[in-house]
């Protein structure tokens, strides 16, 4: 039984930074890569950040430069450290087991002023 949780959400002003931490109950997390999506009010859910197995990187265009994803695989652990939050950031944030049916529950993330 593979369950995800998120932690970490919350509100900020522009500008201001959140980490954000998923933790993963499965086995053999170190094998896959893991993904931060986000879906914000009427748009679809994109892929925010993805962390290979070995530790290799891919960010979207929207948050290159700002944010930060890292793996802990003895904490069986996945993280997004978030800077310079815009208000365009603001979503429901998840986490994901790459490319399987394995979501967390999402964490509100809100950037306003």
């Known amino acids: 039984q593979v369950q995800l949780v998120e932690s970490g959400g919350g509100s900020v002003q522009p500008g201001g930074s959140l980490r954000l931490s998923c933790s993963d109950s499965g086995s053999f997390f170190s094998v896959y890569a893991m993904s931060w999506y986000r879906q914000a009010p009427g748009k679809e859910r994109e892929l925010v950040a993805r962390i290979s197995s070995s530790g290799a990187t891919n960010y979207a265009d929207s948050v290159k430069g700002r944010f930060t994803i890292s793996r802990d695989n003895a904490q069986n652990t996945v993280n997004l450290q978030m800077d310079s939050l815009k208000p365009e950031d603001t979503a429901v944030y998840y986490c994901?087991?790459?490319?399987?049916?394995?979501w967390g529950q999402g964490t509100q993330v809100t950037v306003s002023s």
């Open positions: 994901n087991r790459y490319l399987t049916q394995y």
